[in-house]
């Protein structure tokens, strides 16, 4: 498994990235039951976590969420559940047709490294060539330091037609989609675009896990050209999770030295 991260400490540094790995994987998205609904129709999406695009299925708990939000066009409008509601989003689809978009944060959460050898693995795992010495180099204890982590989710939904496009919402980091795998004028190729803080991320790498018709899964890599967009070649049928992940120094009031912003987003190609 692979897991993109933008390294700064101090002033900011860009990282190139690399590497796979299932035991640092911890990918959280939505996965819609559909991803073609008709208007008004059922529409319904499970929270997920885990790793190579397989993992267990989270309920909607209010006190873990910044924002949940379907947004149409110029329209927005929040997601409501009852307390551990499985699957986290089950309502109508809009009346209209067009591309819906899923948003979704999450409030910050804490792991621990209870190893110095652990990071260090993932820090080389990750090719993230200056973490071991930014981390010595800012005085960080070597055992049972803190990373805290905040999730950017969003997924691409067809209501009718799905024709549409993505937008920028806002969060501190996300994925955008510049095409729209749905529209009847899509060449094949996805075009997103990676931002943080709003500003494109150049060079940044983006994991790519393709969940073929018959349920396998294959993960590879790109990275963004200097407006922060990525190319990707996209097979119908197939379903689609990026990944790209921003970490920088923790600077809150919590027992960490690490923070990661995890974005996400997942579409499915029409067959």
Known sequence: MRLSRFLFIATAFGVPLAGTSSVFAHESWLEPLAYQVETQG???????????FVGSTLGYFP????????????????????????????????????????????????????????????AEHKDFKIAEAAHLAAGWPQQGFGEVYSRYIKSLVAVGNGE?????????????????????????TMQVQVLYK????????????????????????????????ASIPVSPGSEYLLDAVVLRPYSGDRDAVWETLWAALTFKVPE
Do not use: C, H
């Open 164 to 188: 549409g496009t993505d937008m920028i919402t806002g969060m501190e980091t996300e994925l955008v989609a510049l095409t729209n795998p749905y529209s009847a004028a899509f060449d094949g």
């Open 63 to 122: 006190n873990n969420i910044v924002r949940f939000d379907m947004i149409m066009g110029e329209t927005a409008a929040p997601v409501e559940a009852r307390p551990g509601n499985i699957p986290a989003l089950e309502t109508a689809a809009p009346a209209v047709d067009g591309l819906l978009v899923l948003v979704y944060q999450s409030t910050p959460s804490s792991l621990k490294y209870a190893e110095w050898e652990k990071f260090l693995a993932f």
């Open 198 to 229: 709003a500003q494109p991320r150049a060079d940044a790498q983006v994991e790519i896990f393709r969940r073929t018709p018959e349920g396998e899964v294959d993960i590879t890599l790109t990275r963004t050209n200097a407006e922060g967009v």
């Open 42 to 52: 059922d529409l319904t999406a499970d929270l997920k976590n885990g790793e190579e």
